[in-house]
């Protein structure tokens, strides 16, 4: 009631004339670049020293919260000039009337920018995103940014907080489930389609939204996996592999990036400017704006690298921050600061010029309302195209982890199934973390799906279990529910709030009493399926062990049931490949791939070597598996060159014949090892993949190119290039199950960063 007391507050302050969407002129060209600063520079020169400020600061509407509470009076601030931005505030009326309040009553007219954490999907949810890259599918994930740039843009607004491009080693913490996992080359990769799909070939199109690059820089690397946490790595680690898919979406044309919580070499990211000046301006070129995570500016002061607020701000906009979210501590100081000579009136300036520049880039001067159409609101929101789309791309995201005895798909002849477990019949959990606007009433849970799908199958449920606590009242009837079944699923793993920010996990099992649950149902004696959902790998070798079948669904938003059930029955065949390592055990964090030796790798024969006491050192599944319905042979390794130059192109040709009955697709990875560096090289490392479809008894022949910039690496003098040497190379089904070849290349040299 406080929330809609407040939405009703704060739309009495902002009266406008009503509004329809169908009386609003159309948005004239965005000029080219001369044109901008031409007239950014007329705007600027008319502009006060507060005004200017303005442009820098970002707060939260009441309409939605997602991060601490702080007070704040951005209506009549913006209206005043002194608010550039706004986030948190929904639907196309809401923002029309918010805009053409600060619009004709603000000095300089000049409009606001609205942004919102769209992140999987704005009112149509795909799923979340490290389920999207498990799809390993470019195009897919594009078009899923795209749909949800298109409704959001619809919905009024004009900017999004995604994609997160962190590199997420450590499943214990929960924001792994926004990003694409532990390796930077398939990271960047997927942070190149979503820049695309939310940013489109033209900013002018009202079907687009800016992105934003998050967070920059070595978030997904907090120390123990808990959010916020302090992050310590070298300066090459970091450029190896936390760096790539910034760089890549900077190249995409990312509009901005924001900072991350943590610090870097002792100083936190929204004051690091060895980040945000030396790399993402001098060396990268980045000519967009740079936005602070939430309050991270004011955060600063328990950092302790700085004495106070006032301090913090100096620090932020002087090592590039352009603006502050959340914490109004620009707007507070940074007049003071100037007079007193601790920030320049060129930074300032600079700050707001870019600011200015996208707005300018929308479309958003001549035309404040042209993304506040109520018609194509309705025409947009919710379209079945969309859901096609999601449904589409939920599919390709589950992963086939265990099919013992070929139980899946489910044999025709089967004439009873029973549904069990917490998310069978649920709605709102199948939206995951970060689904912000998507609403549980667009959820089709698997339940409704099943029932739909098994035509003259008897299909029976039981919850049997919350998802977390300790009632076990529901056992009998799942216990009962099951023992007259011939196929029991089994859908279990985290409500979407267990993963997803400030949602870190010190034990990442499944929670205890689905296992026991699960135990129960095991004793049966039946085939059990296990449909996993969750937003984090999970240590599950107890389920491993005992479960026959295994499918991973993680949280697959608005079409979960009809994606599930699609894959169920066989009408599609299972894709999806992991893009984050299953541990044994938590014990074995962290765990990924792309390790490197030590100087005694594991040998089995002599116990003075790197392992485990009482468990193996390879995790459960590892990075790029997925098995699939289908069964495939690989050739062998065939290269064009053994040695190559630095002008060189290797082509890698393996051929791979689907040797089952059923029509697949096969993620086909290739991976490379530099045997001998200037410093220490991964035992592996991805560097190409096609995903290729494979009719049952066919034979398809892959290629793939490799080329000296390929092979590049931060050396030992911290220059980026090449090293001449011999390496090998894999090909296979994952990043464990390869064949492998030799080749040298001849040459050293640098490469451009």
């Given at each position: 009631?406080?929330?809609?007391?407040?939405?009703?507050?704060?739309?009495?302050?902002?009266?406008?004339?009503?509004?329809?969407?169908?009386?609003?002129?159309?948005?004239?060209?965005?000029?080219?670049?001369?044109?901008?600063?031409?007239?950014?520079?007329?705007?600027?020169?008319?502009?006060?020293?507060?005004?200017?400020?303005?442009?820098?600061?970002?707060?939260?509407?009441?309409?939605?919260?997602?991060?601490?509470?702080?007070?704040?009076?951005?209506?009549?601030?913006?209206?005043?000039?002194?608010?550039?931005?706004?986030?948190?505030?929904?639907?196309?009326?809401?923002l029309y009337r918010m805009q053409k309040a600060v619009v004709e009553k603000s000095r300089l007219h000049i409009p606001l920018l609205f942004g919102y954490d769209v992140i999987h999907g704005y009112r149509t949810t795909f799923p979340i995103p490290l389920a999207q890259s498990a799809s390993w599918d470019m195009g897919m994930i594009e078009r899923s940014a795209a749909v949800a740039a298109t409704e959001a843009a619809s919905d009024g607004l004009h900017w999004?907080?995604?994609?997160?491009?962190?590199?997420?080693?450590?499943?214990?913490?929960?924001?792994?489930?926004?990003?694409?996992?532990?390796?930077?080359?398939?990271?960047?990769?997927?942070?190149?389609?979503?820049?695309?799909?939310?940013?489109?070939?033209?900013?002018?199109?009202?079907?687009?939204?800016?992105?934003?690059?998050?967070?920059?820089?070595?978030?997904?690397?907090?120390?123990?996996?808990?959010?916020?946490?302090?992050?310590?790595?070298?300066?090459?680690?970091?450029?190896?592999?936390?760096?790539?898919?910034?760089?890549?979406?900077?190249?995409?044309?990312?509009?901005?990036?924001?900072?991350?919580?943590?610090?870097?070499?002792?100083?936190?990211?929204?004051?690091?400017?060895?980040?945000?000046?030396?790399?993402?301006?001098?060396?990268?070129?980045?000519?967009?704006?740079?936005?602070?995570?939430?309050?991270?500016?004011?955060?600063?002061?328990?950092?302790?690298?700085?004495?106070?607020?006032?301090?913090?701000?100096?620090?932020?906009?002087?090592?590039?921050?352009?603006?502050?979210?959340?914490?109004?501590?620009?707007?507070?100081?940074?007049?003071?600061?100037?007079?007193?000579?601790?920030?320049?009136?060129?930074?300032?300036?600079?700050?707001?010029?870019?600011?200015?520049?996208?707005?300018?880039?929308?479309?958003?001067?001549?035309?404040?309302?042209?993304?506040?159409?109520?018609?194509?609101?309705?025409?947009?929101?919710?379209?079945?195209?969309?859901f096609v789309a999601a449904r589409e791309m939920a599919k390709r995201s589950i992963v086939l982890l265990k099919n013992e005895g070929a139980l899946l798909p489910i044999r025709s002849d089967v004439r009873s199934i029973a549904l069990i477990g917490p998310m069978a019949a649920d709605k709102k959990n199948q939206l995951g973390t970060w689904h912000t606007a998507g609403r549980a009433e667009t959820v089709t849970p698997i339940l409704d799906a099943l029932k739909?799908?098994?035509?003259?199958?008897?299909?029976?449920?039981?919850?049997?279990?919350?998802?977390?606590?300790?009632?076990?009242?529901?056992?009998?009837?799942?216990?009962?529910?099951?023992?007259?079944?011939?196929?029991?699923?089994?859908?279990?793993?985290?409500?979407?709030?267990?993963?997803?920010?400030?949602?870190?996990?010190?034990?990442?099992?499944?929670?205890?009493?689905?296992?026991?649950?699960?135990?129960?149902?095991?004793?049966?004696?039946?085939?059990?399926?296990?449909?996993?959902?969750?937003?984090?790998?999970?240590?599950?070798?107890?389920?491993?062990?005992?479960?026959?079948?295994?499918?991973?669904?993680?949280?697959?938003?608005?079409?979960?049931?009809?994606?599930?059930?699609?894959?169920?029955?066989?009408?599609?065949?299972?894709?999806?490949?992991?893009?984050?390592?299953?541990?044994?055990?938590?014990?074995?964090?962290?765990?990924?791939?792309?390790?490197?030796?030590?100087?005694?790798?594991?040998?089995?024969?002599?116990?003075?070597?790197?392992?485990?006491?009482?468990?193996?050192?390879?995790?459960?599944?590892?990075?790029?598996?997925?098995?699939?319905?289908?069964?495939?042979?690989?050739?062998?390794?065939?290269?064009?060159?053994?040695?190559?130059?630095?002008?060189?192109?290797?082509?890698?040709?393996?051929?791979?014949?689907?040797?089952?009955?059923?029509?697949?697709?096969?993620?086909?990875?290739?991976?490379?090892?530099?045997?001998?560096?200037?410093?220490?090289?991964?035992?592996?490392?991805?560097?190409?993949?096609?995903?290729?479809?494979?009719?049952?008894?066919?034979?398809?022949?892959?290629?793939?190119?490799?080329?000296?910039?390929?092979?590049?690496?931060?050396?030992?003098?911290?220059?980026?290039?090449?090293?001449?040497?011999?390496?090998?190379?894999?090909?296979?089904?994952?990043?464990?199950?390869?064949?492998?070849?030799?080749?040298?290349?001849?040459?050293?040299?640098?490469?451009?960063?």
């Amino acid at each position: 009631m406080k929330k809609i007391a407040a939405l009703l507050l704060l739309l009495s302050i902002i009266t406008a004339a009503s509004f329809a969407g169908s009386k609003q002129k159309a948005a004239k060209p965005v000029g080219d670049e001369q044109k901008m600063n031409q007239f950014i520079s007329s705007l600027m020169a008319k502009m006060t020293l507060e005004e200017k400020i303005g442009q820098t600061v970002l707060f939260s509407s009441w309409w939605d919260v997602t991060g601490p509470i702080s007070n704040n009076n951005f209506v009549k601030d913006a209206e005043e000039g002194k608010v550039g931005a706004v986030f948190n505030a929904l639907s196309v009326d809401f923002l029309y009337r918010m805009q053409k309040a600060v619009v004709e009553k603000s000095r300089l007219h000049i409009p606001l920018l609205f942004g919102y954490d769209v992140i999987h999907g704005y009112r149509t949810t795909f799923p979340i995103p490290l389920a999207q890259s498990a799809s390993w599918d470019m195009g897919m994930i594009e078009r899923s940014a795209a749909v949800a740039a298109t409704e959001a843009a619809s919905d009024g607004l004009h900017w999004t907080y995604a994609p997160m491009v962190d590199i997420a080693r450590d499943p214990r913490w929960g924001r792994v489930a926004e990003g694409a996992g532990e390796d930077q080359y398939l990271g960047s990769k997927v942070a190149v389609a979503q820049v695309r799909g939310f940013q489109g070939s033209n900013l002018k199109d009202v079907s687009t939204i800016l992105a934003c690059a998050k967070h920059y820089a070595g978030y997904g690397a907090s120390q123990a996996g808990r959010d916020y946490s302090t992050v310590d790595m070298s300066e090459r680690y970091m450029r190896d592999y936390y760096l790539p898919p910034f760089k890549a979406a900077k190249e995409a044309g990312v509009a901005s990036f924001m900072t991350a919580f943590n610090e870097y070499d002792g100083t936190p990211c929204s004051s690091n400017e060895f980040l945000l000046n030396q790399i993402l301006r001098k060396e990268w070129g980045f000519k967009g704006f740079v936005v602070t995570d939430y309050t991270s500016i004011a955060e600063m002061v328990k950092h302790g690298n700085v004495k106070d607020e006032k301090e913090a701000g100096e620090a932020a906009m002087n090592a590039g921050v352009d603006m502050d979210m959340q914490s109004g501590i620009f707007m507070k100081y940074l007049k003071q600061s100037l007079k007193e000579g601790k920030v320049s009136e060129k930074r300032i300036d600079e700050a707001c010029r870019r600011v200015l520049e996208m707005k300018y880039q929308l479309g958003l001067f001549d035309d404040p309302y042209r993304y506040c159409d109520t018609i194509r609101a309705k025409q947009t929101l919710l379209k079945p195209e969309h859901f096609v789309a999601a449904r589409e791309m939920a599919k390709r995201s589950i992963v086939l982890l265990k099919n013992e005895g070929a139980l899946l798909p489910i044999r025709s002849d089967v004439r009873s199934i029973a549904l069990i477990g917490p998310m069978a019949a649920d709605k709102k959990n199948q939206l995951g973390t970060w689904h912000t606007a998507g609403r549980a009433e667009t959820v089709t849970p698997i339940l409704d799906a099943l029932k739909a799908r098994a035509k003259g199958v008897a299909v029976s449920y039981a919850k049997g279990c919350d998802f977390e606590g300790t009632d076990k009242s529901g056992f009998a009837e799942a216990l009962e529910v099951a023992s007259k079944a011939d196929v029991v699923l089994v859908a279990m793993g985290e409500r979407e709030d267990m993963s997803g920010e400030a949602n870190s996990r010190a034990n990442i099992d499944l929670p205890s009493i689905q296992k026991e649950l699960l135990a129960e149902l095991h004793k049966l004696g039946k085939p059990v399926v296990l449909l996993l959902h969750n937003g984090r790998p999970l240590t599950i070798s107890w389920e491993n062990e005992h479960i026959p079948a295994i499918l991973e669904c993680w949280h697959l938003g608005s079409q979960a049931g009809p994606a599930i059930v699609d894959v169920l029955f066989g009408d599609y065949n299972p894709s999806g490949k992991l893009t984050m390592t299953f541990p044994r055990s938590v014990g074995q964090i962290p765990i990924h791939y792309n390790m490197k030796n030590s100087g005694r790798p594991y040998n089995p024969s002599d116990n003075f070597t790197s392992h485990y006491k009482d468990m193996p050192n390879d995790p459960l599944y590892p990075f790029g598996y997925g098995l699939s319905y289908s069964t495939f042979k690989y050739s062998a390794i065939s290269l064009s060159k053994s040695a190559i130059g630095l002008n060189d192109t290797l082509k890698v040709k393996v051929s791979i014949t689907n040797t089952s009955k059923f029509d697949g697709e096969e993620v086909v990875q290739l991976y490379i090892r530099d045997l001998v560096g200037s410093v220490t090289r991964p035992i592996k490392e991805l560097k190409g993949f096609k995903k290729v479809a494979i009719p049952a008894g066919k034979t398809v022949e892959v290629e793939f190119s490799l080329t000296a910039p390929d092979l590049a690496f931060w050396r030992k003098d911290m220059t980026y290039g090449v090293e001449a040497g011999d390496f090998k190379i894999f090909v296979g089904t994952s990043s464990s199950a390869v064949q492998e070849a030799n080749f040298r290349l001849s040459e050293t040299a640098s490469v451009k960063w």
